[in-house]
Protein backbone atom coordinates (compact mmCIF):
# COMPACT_ATOMS: atom_id res chain seq x y z
CA UNK A 1 0.00 0.00 0.00
CA UNK A 2 1.32 3.62 -1.07
CA UNK A 3 1.36 6.93 1.29
CA UNK A 4 2.77 10.03 0.77
CA UNK A 5 6.54 10.39 2.07
CA UNK A 6 4.99 12.30 4.85
CA UNK A 7 2.42 10.68 6.27
CA UNK A 8 2.62 7.55 8.19
CA UNK A 9 0.03 4.48 8.43
CA UNK A 10 0.01 5.06 12.52
CA UNK A 11 -0.42 8.81 11.82
CA UNK A 12 -3.91 8.37 9.76
CA UNK A 13 -4.95 5.60 12.59
CA UNK A 14 -4.71 7.97 15.00
CA UNK A 15 -6.09 10.85 13.17
CA UNK A 16 -9.33 8.17 12.37
CA UNK A 17 -9.22 7.13 15.87
CA UNK A 18 -9.75 10.89 17.08
CA UNK A 19 -12.51 11.13 14.62
CA UNK A 20 -14.31 8.69 15.83
CA UNK A 21 -14.41 9.30 18.93
CA UNK A 22 -15.68 12.74 18.67
CA UNK A 23 -18.45 10.57 16.96
CA UNK A 24 -18.92 8.70 19.82
CA UNK A 25 -19.32 11.45 22.14
CA UNK A 26 -21.01 13.75 20.73
CA UNK A 27 -24.26 15.72 21.05
CA UNK A 28 -27.36 16.44 19.52
CA UNK A 29 -29.97 18.55 20.86
CA UNK A 30 -33.42 18.96 19.07
CA UNK A 31 -35.92 21.22 19.49
CA UNK A 32 -39.53 20.67 18.48
CA UNK A 33 -41.92 23.46 19.44
CA UNK A 34 -45.77 22.06 18.77
CA UNK A 35 -47.65 20.67 21.92
CA UNK A 36 -50.85 19.98 20.22
CA UNK A 37 -50.44 16.88 18.06
CA UNK A 38 -48.41 13.93 17.64
CA UNK A 39 -46.05 14.37 14.14
CA UNK A 40 -43.26 16.54 14.98
CA UNK A 41 -42.48 14.67 18.65
CA UNK A 42 -42.75 11.24 16.70
CA UNK A 43 -40.79 12.84 13.73
CA UNK A 44 -38.10 14.05 16.08
CA UNK A 45 -38.12 10.77 18.43
CA UNK A 46 -38.01 9.05 15.25
CA UNK A 47 -34.34 10.68 14.23
CA UNK A 48 -33.11 10.56 17.75
CA UNK A 49 -33.45 6.42 17.41
CA UNK A 50 -32.03 6.22 14.45
CA UNK A 51 -29.06 8.14 15.53
CA UNK A 52 -28.26 6.16 18.90
CA UNK A 53 -28.30 3.09 16.78
CA UNK A 54 -26.04 4.02 14.12
CA UNK A 55 -23.58 5.76 16.48
CA UNK A 56 -23.04 3.64 19.79
CA UNK A 57 -21.40 6.84 21.85
CA UNK A 58 -23.77 9.48 20.34
CA UNK A 59 -26.60 11.56 22.35
CA UNK A 60 -29.32 12.89 21.57
CA UNK A 61 -31.74 15.35 24.01
CA UNK A 62 -35.31 16.40 22.82
CA UNK A 63 -36.77 19.85 23.77
CA UNK A 64 -40.81 19.50 23.74
CA UNK A 65 -44.03 21.19 24.58
CA UNK A 66 -45.92 17.94 24.37
CA UNK A 67 -47.89 17.05 27.64
CA UNK A 68 -47.71 13.22 26.37
CA UNK A 69 -44.02 13.09 25.47
CA UNK A 70 -43.62 10.65 29.10
CA UNK A 71 -45.59 8.26 27.61
CA UNK A 72 -43.65 7.22 24.42
CA UNK A 73 -40.58 5.00 25.33
CA UNK A 74 -36.99 6.39 24.03
CA UNK A 75 -33.83 4.14 23.66
CA UNK A 76 -30.68 4.31 25.30
CA UNK A 77 -28.77 7.82 24.81
CA UNK A 78 -32.49 9.86 24.41
CA UNK A 79 -33.81 11.85 26.88
CA UNK A 80 -36.30 14.25 27.07
CA UNK A 81 -37.14 17.98 28.67
CA UNK A 82 -40.67 19.29 28.52
CA UNK A 83 -41.28 22.57 28.36
CA UNK A 84 -44.14 24.19 29.23
CA UNK A 85 -47.25 23.82 26.30
CA UNK A 86 -49.20 25.56 24.58
CA UNK A 87 -52.39 25.25 22.04
CA UNK A 88 -52.61 26.13 19.02
CA UNK A 89 -56.29 27.73 17.94
CA UNK A 90 -57.94 27.03 14.84
CA UNK A 91 -57.40 30.81 13.89
CA UNK A 92 -53.67 29.89 14.11
CA UNK A 93 -52.35 32.00 17.41
CA UNK A 94 -51.81 30.27 20.54
CA UNK A 95 -52.69 30.19 24.05
CA UNK A 96 -50.98 28.55 27.21
CA UNK A 97 -51.51 25.11 27.81
CA UNK A 98 -51.67 24.22 31.57
CA UNK A 99 -50.46 27.41 33.39
CA UNK A 100 -53.12 29.78 33.83
CA UNK A 101 -50.67 33.06 32.64
CA UNK A 102 -50.45 35.20 30.03
CA UNK A 103 -48.81 33.52 26.67
CA UNK A 104 -46.10 36.07 26.60
CA UNK A 105 -44.75 34.82 30.38
CA UNK A 106 -44.98 31.30 28.91
CA UNK A 107 -43.17 32.01 26.13
CA UNK A 108 -40.19 33.58 28.31
CA UNK A 109 -40.09 30.08 30.53
CA UNK A 110 -39.85 28.61 27.26
CA UNK A 111 -37.36 30.63 25.75
CA UNK A 112 -35.13 30.55 29.37
CA UNK A 113 -35.10 26.64 29.32
CA UNK A 114 -34.09 26.51 25.99
CA UNK A 115 -31.38 28.81 26.23
CA UNK A 116 -29.89 27.45 29.46
CA UNK A 117 -30.44 23.72 28.53
CA UNK A 118 -28.36 24.57 25.52
CA UNK A 119 -25.99 26.37 27.38
CA UNK A 120 -25.05 23.58 29.87
CA UNK A 121 -25.58 20.72 27.16
CA UNK A 122 -23.68 22.18 24.23
CA UNK A 123 -24.63 20.45 21.10
CA UNK A 124 -22.09 19.63 18.11
CA UNK A 125 -25.69 19.92 16.43
CA UNK A 126 -28.33 21.79 17.28
CA UNK A 127 -31.58 20.58 14.86
CA UNK A 128 -34.29 22.73 15.10
CA UNK A 129 -37.83 21.19 13.56
CA UNK A 130 -39.92 23.45 11.18
CA UNK A 131 -39.77 26.39 12.15
CA UNK A 132 -36.76 28.33 11.54
CA UNK A 133 -36.71 30.68 15.14
CA UNK A 134 -39.11 28.52 16.89
CA UNK A 135 -42.11 29.48 18.23
CA UNK A 136 -42.72 33.20 18.35
CA UNK A 137 -39.12 33.80 17.83
CA UNK A 138 -38.19 31.84 21.15
CA UNK A 139 -34.92 29.99 19.92
CA UNK A 140 -33.32 32.70 17.93
CA UNK A 141 -31.06 33.60 20.56
CA UNK A 142 -30.16 30.13 21.44
CA UNK A 143 -29.34 29.94 17.81
CA UNK A 144 -27.26 32.86 18.09
CA UNK A 145 -25.18 31.86 20.80
CA UNK A 146 -24.51 28.31 20.04
CA UNK A 147 -23.44 29.17 16.73
CA UNK A 148 -20.75 31.23 18.23
CA UNK A 149 -19.93 28.75 19.98
CA UNK A 150 -19.43 26.53 16.61
CA UNK A 151 -22.47 24.36 16.97
CA UNK A 152 -23.92 23.07 13.58
CA UNK A 153 -27.34 24.72 13.80
CA UNK A 154 -29.74 22.70 10.90
CA UNK A 155 -33.03 23.36 9.98
CA UNK A 156 -35.40 20.02 9.44
CA UNK A 157 -38.33 20.89 7.12
CA UNK A 158 -41.33 18.63 6.65
CA UNK A 159 -41.75 17.45 2.44
CA UNK A 160 -44.23 20.19 2.07
CA UNK A 161 -45.41 23.07 4.60
CA UNK A 162 -48.28 25.06 3.16
CA UNK A 163 -49.51 26.17 0.07
CA UNK A 164 -46.88 28.71 -1.50
CA UNK A 165 -49.06 32.25 -0.95
CA UNK A 166 -49.29 31.05 2.92
CA UNK A 167 -45.89 29.97 3.29
CA UNK A 168 -44.38 33.33 1.97
CA UNK A 169 -46.63 35.33 4.06
CA UNK A 170 -46.06 33.42 7.08
CA UNK A 171 -42.35 33.37 6.28
CA UNK A 172 -42.38 37.23 6.28
CA UNK A 173 -44.68 38.25 8.83
CA UNK A 174 -42.26 35.78 11.61
CA UNK A 175 -39.18 37.45 9.57
CA UNK A 176 -37.62 34.14 9.39
CA UNK A 177 -35.69 34.95 5.73
CA UNK A 178 -32.90 36.28 6.65
CA UNK A 179 -32.15 33.55 9.91
CA UNK A 180 -31.67 30.93 6.85
CA UNK A 181 -28.38 32.87 6.03
CA UNK A 182 -27.16 34.28 9.17
CA UNK A 183 -28.06 31.59 11.65
CA UNK A 184 -28.52 28.04 9.45
CA UNK A 185 -25.46 26.05 8.10
CA UNK A 186 -27.84 24.07 6.21
CA UNK A 187 -32.04 23.24 5.71
CA UNK A 188 -32.62 19.19 5.41
CA UNK A 189 -36.05 18.48 3.89
CA UNK A 190 -37.38 14.83 4.68
CA UNK A 191 -38.46 14.40 1.75
CA UNK A 192 -37.57 13.95 -2.74
CA UNK A 193 -37.24 16.84 -4.71
CA UNK A 194 -38.69 14.92 -7.47
CA UNK A 195 -41.80 14.77 -6.05
CA UNK A 196 -42.93 17.80 -4.27
CA UNK A 197 -40.08 20.70 -2.84
CA UNK A 198 -41.76 22.71 0.55
CA UNK A 199 -40.27 26.13 -0.82
CA UNK A 200 -41.70 26.01 -4.70
CA UNK A 201 -42.88 29.13 -5.31
CA UNK A 202 -41.13 30.39 -2.48
CA UNK A 203 -38.85 33.80 -2.84
CA UNK A 204 -35.59 32.62 -1.57
CA UNK A 205 -32.17 33.83 -2.01
CA UNK A 206 -30.02 31.59 -4.01
CA UNK A 207 -27.50 31.13 -0.78
CA UNK A 208 -30.47 30.26 0.82
CA UNK A 209 -31.27 27.38 -1.94
CA UNK A 210 -28.07 26.48 -1.80
CA UNK A 211 -27.98 25.26 1.91
CA UNK A 212 -30.62 22.56 1.22
CA UNK A 213 -30.69 18.74 1.38
CA UNK A 214 -33.24 16.74 0.63
CA UNK A 215 -32.84 13.50 2.21
CA UNK A 216 -35.81 11.56 1.90
CA UNK A 217 -38.96 10.08 3.34
CA UNK A 218 -37.98 9.11 7.38
CA UNK A 219 -38.38 5.09 7.11
CA UNK A 220 -40.04 4.08 10.35
CA UNK A 221 -39.06 0.57 11.97
CA UNK A 222 -41.53 -1.76 14.43
CA UNK A 223 -40.79 -1.12 18.18
CA UNK A 224 -38.87 -4.29 19.57
CA UNK A 225 -40.94 -4.00 22.52
CA UNK A 226 -44.39 -3.86 21.01
CA UNK A 227 -47.13 -6.36 20.74
CA UNK A 228 -50.40 -6.97 18.72
CA UNK A 229 -53.67 -6.64 20.59
CA UNK A 230 -54.76 -10.82 20.64
CA UNK A 231 -58.04 -10.03 18.92
CA UNK A 232 -56.61 -8.61 15.84
CA UNK A 233 -53.78 -11.10 15.86
CA UNK A 234 -56.21 -13.92 13.34
CA UNK A 235 -58.24 -11.45 11.57
CA UNK A 236 -57.73 -8.41 8.72
CA UNK A 237 -58.91 -5.39 10.04
CA UNK A 238 -58.96 -1.50 8.38
CA UNK A 239 -56.73 0.98 11.28
CA UNK A 240 -58.65 4.77 11.24
CA UNK A 241 -56.06 6.91 12.90
CA UNK A 242 -56.50 10.92 13.41
CA UNK A 243 -52.74 11.10 14.80
CA UNK A 244 -53.16 13.42 17.81
CA UNK A 245 -56.75 13.42 17.52
CA UNK A 246 -57.57 17.30 18.04
CA UNK A 247 -58.28 17.80 14.49
CA UNK A 248 -60.05 14.24 13.58
CA UNK A 249 -63.50 14.43 14.44
CA UNK A 250 -64.85 15.00 10.91
CA UNK A 251 -62.50 12.03 9.76
CA UNK A 252 -64.02 9.53 12.44
CA UNK A 253 -67.67 10.66 12.48
CA UNK A 254 -67.55 9.71 8.52
CA UNK A 255 -66.42 6.52 9.15
CA UNK A 256 -68.68 5.63 11.84
CA UNK A 257 -71.18 6.72 9.99
CA UNK A 258 -70.32 4.08 7.08
CA UNK A 259 -70.30 1.41 9.72
CA UNK A 260 -73.77 2.27 11.41
CA UNK A 261 -74.95 2.53 7.51
CA UNK A 262 -73.92 -1.23 6.54
CA UNK A 263 -75.42 -3.81 8.32
CA UNK A 264 -76.19 -5.26 4.72
CA UNK A 265 -72.45 -4.37 3.50
CA UNK A 266 -69.72 -6.90 4.11
CA UNK A 267 -67.08 -4.22 5.61
CA UNK A 268 -63.56 -5.48 7.22
CA UNK A 269 -63.81 -4.53 11.06
CA UNK A 270 -62.25 -1.60 11.52
CA UNK A 271 -60.63 0.07 14.81
CA UNK A 272 -60.54 3.31 15.48
CA UNK A 273 -57.83 5.31 17.33
CA UNK A 274 -59.12 8.43 18.05
CA UNK A 275 -56.03 10.56 19.22
CA UNK A 276 -55.10 11.28 23.15
CA UNK A 277 -55.90 15.34 21.81
CA UNK A 278 -59.87 14.99 20.41
CA UNK A 279 -62.15 16.53 23.46
CA UNK A 280 -63.20 14.33 26.08
CA UNK A 281 -66.91 14.73 25.25
CA UNK A 282 -66.26 13.94 21.20
CA UNK A 283 -64.39 11.15 22.82
CA UNK A 284 -67.16 10.26 25.00
CA UNK A 285 -69.72 10.20 21.88
CA UNK A 286 -67.42 8.08 19.76
CA UNK A 287 -67.37 5.10 22.36
CA UNK A 288 -70.50 5.00 23.26
CA UNK A 289 -71.36 4.50 18.94
CA UNK A 290 -68.86 2.83 18.46
CA UNK A 291 -70.28 -0.08 21.09
CA UNK A 292 -73.05 -0.54 19.52
CA UNK A 293 -71.59 -1.33 15.95
CA UNK A 294 -70.29 -5.19 15.57
CA UNK A 295 -67.28 -4.98 13.56
CA UNK A 296 -65.98 -2.09 15.15
CA UNK A 297 -63.81 -1.23 18.05
CA UNK A 298 -62.10 1.87 19.42
CA UNK A 299 -59.33 3.22 21.43
CA UNK A 300 -58.19 6.31 22.74
CA UNK A 301 -54.21 5.89 21.91
CA UNK A 302 -51.76 3.87 21.48
CA UNK A 303 -48.08 4.77 22.18
CA UNK A 304 -47.10 1.40 19.44
CA UNK A 305 -49.11 2.85 16.59
CA UNK A 306 -46.72 1.67 13.95
CA UNK A 307 -47.62 -1.77 15.23
CA UNK A 308 -51.38 -1.16 14.60
CA UNK A 309 -50.43 -0.24 11.04
CA UNK A 310 -48.08 -2.70 10.11
CA UNK A 311 -50.54 -5.37 10.58
CA UNK A 312 -53.54 -3.63 9.53
CA UNK A 313 -55.13 -4.57 6.02
CA UNK A 314 -56.10 -0.98 5.12
CA UNK A 315 -55.22 2.38 6.67
CA UNK A 316 -57.78 5.62 7.17
CA UNK A 317 -56.19 8.93 7.95
CA UNK A 318 -55.82 12.60 7.43
CA UNK A 319 -52.08 12.65 5.78
CA UNK A 320 -49.89 13.75 7.76
CA UNK A 321 -46.27 13.63 7.27
CA UNK A 322 -45.84 10.71 9.95
CA UNK A 323 -48.68 8.34 8.55
CA UNK A 324 -47.70 9.01 5.49
CA UNK A 325 -44.16 7.83 6.17
CA UNK A 326 -45.59 5.16 7.91
CA UNK A 327 -47.77 3.91 4.76
CA UNK A 328 -44.97 4.46 2.48
CA UNK A 329 -42.50 2.09 5.38
CA UNK A 330 -44.59 -0.80 5.71
CA UNK A 331 -46.37 -0.72 2.34
CA UNK A 332 -49.96 -0.26 3.34
CA UNK A 333 -52.91 0.21 1.33
CA UNK A 334 -54.41 3.71 2.39
CA UNK A 335 -57.41 6.03 2.35
CA UNK A 336 -56.40 9.50 3.18
CA UNK A 337 -59.05 12.31 4.24
CA UNK A 338 -56.91 15.66 4.64
CA UNK A 339 -57.67 18.27 6.58
CA UNK A 340 -57.39 21.73 4.80
CA UNK A 341 -57.50 24.22 8.86
CA UNK A 342 -55.04 25.80 9.31
CA UNK A 343 -53.12 24.39 6.97
CA UNK A 344 -53.23 22.86 3.64
CA UNK A 345 -50.50 21.13 4.22
CA UNK A 346 -52.10 17.68 4.38
CA UNK A 347 -53.99 18.34 1.24
CA UNK A 348 -50.66 18.88 -0.80
CA UNK A 349 -49.63 15.92 0.15
CA UNK A 350 -52.36 13.36 -0.05
CA UNK A 351 -53.10 14.75 -3.47
CA UNK A 352 -49.40 14.42 -4.98
CA UNK A 353 -49.73 10.82 -3.04
CA UNK A 354 -53.12 9.79 -4.88
CA UNK A 355 -51.55 11.00 -8.37
CA UNK A 356 -48.86 8.87 -7.81
CA UNK A 357 -50.71 6.15 -7.05
CA UNK A 358 -49.46 5.30 -3.95
CA UNK A 359 -52.92 6.30 -1.67
CA UNK A 360 -56.58 7.06 -2.76
CA UNK A 361 -58.50 9.99 -1.29
CA UNK A 362 -61.24 11.82 -0.54
CA UNK A 363 -61.91 15.61 0.15
CA UNK A 364 -64.06 16.88 3.29
CA UNK A 365 -66.28 18.83 1.24
CA UNK A 366 -68.23 15.23 0.24
CA UNK A 367 -68.13 15.02 4.17
CA UNK A 368 -72.10 14.67 4.21
CA UNK A 369 -71.69 11.65 1.50
CA UNK A 370 -71.88 8.74 3.94
CA UNK A 371 -71.90 6.66 0.65
CA UNK A 372 -68.97 7.88 -0.59
CA UNK A 373 -67.17 6.74 2.36
CA UNK A 374 -69.11 3.10 2.35
CA UNK A 375 -67.61 2.40 -1.28
CA UNK A 376 -64.12 3.96 -0.64
CA UNK A 377 -64.40 1.36 2.60
CA UNK A 378 -65.15 -1.82 0.20
CA UNK A 379 -62.82 -0.29 -2.21
CA UNK A 380 -59.59 -0.24 0.22
CA UNK A 381 -58.37 -3.56 0.22
CA UNK A 382 -58.63 -4.39 -3.26
CA UNK A 383 -56.64 -1.05 -3.93
CA UNK A 384 -53.08 -1.68 -5.15
CA UNK A 385 -49.97 -1.51 -2.66
CA UNK A 386 -47.91 1.45 -2.83
CA UNK A 387 -44.98 -0.84 -3.78
CA UNK A 388 -47.00 -1.02 -7.03
CA UNK A 389 -46.30 2.25 -8.57
CA UNK A 390 -43.65 3.71 -10.47
CA UNK A 391 -42.48 5.51 -7.82
CA UNK A 392 -38.79 5.69 -6.51
CA UNK A 393 -37.73 4.51 -3.83
CA UNK A 394 -38.29 7.26 -0.93
CA UNK A 395 -37.67 6.60 2.68
CA UNK A 396 -33.72 7.19 2.53
CA UNK A 397 -33.86 10.03 4.57
CA UNK A 398 -32.62 8.52 8.48
CA UNK A 399 -30.17 6.74 6.48
CA UNK A 400 -28.77 10.05 5.01
CA UNK A 401 -29.16 12.30 7.89
CA UNK A 402 -27.39 9.59 9.73
CA UNK A 403 -24.43 9.97 7.59
CA UNK A 404 -25.02 13.55 7.02
CA UNK A 405 -24.60 13.89 10.91
CA UNK A 406 -21.34 12.05 10.93
CA UNK A 407 -19.65 14.06 8.08
CA UNK A 408 -20.57 17.47 9.64
CA UNK A 409 -19.27 16.40 13.24
CA UNK A 410 -15.93 14.32 12.46
CA UNK A 411 -15.25 16.84 9.24
Known sequence: MYFADNIHVSKIHSIMTQLLDRLDNAK????????????????????????????????????????????????????????????????????????HIELNQTLAIRASIIQHTAEIYSPDIFLVDKEPLGLRGEVAETLRLLKLRGTINILGLRDVMDDSEALQAEWQRKQVIPAFNNLYHEIWVYGSESIVNPVQGIELP?????????????????????????????????????????????????????????????????????????????????QNRIRKIKNLRVKTFDSYLEVLIANAQGVVAMGGYNTFCEILSFDKKALLVPREIPRLEQRIRAEFASR?????????????????????????????????SDTEDLLGGLENLNQRVAELITR
Open 28 to 99: VLIYSHDSFGLGHLRRCRAIAHSLVDAYKGLSVLILSGSPIISRFDFKARVDFIRIPGVVKLRNGDYTSLGL
Open 356 to 388: KNLVRMLNLKDLDNTQAMVQALVNLPKQPLPSE
Open 206 to 286: RSTRDKMRFLGYLRRQLPTRAYLPREYRRKPYLLITTGGGGDGIDLVDWVVRAYESTADVNLLPGLVVLGPFMPKQAQREF
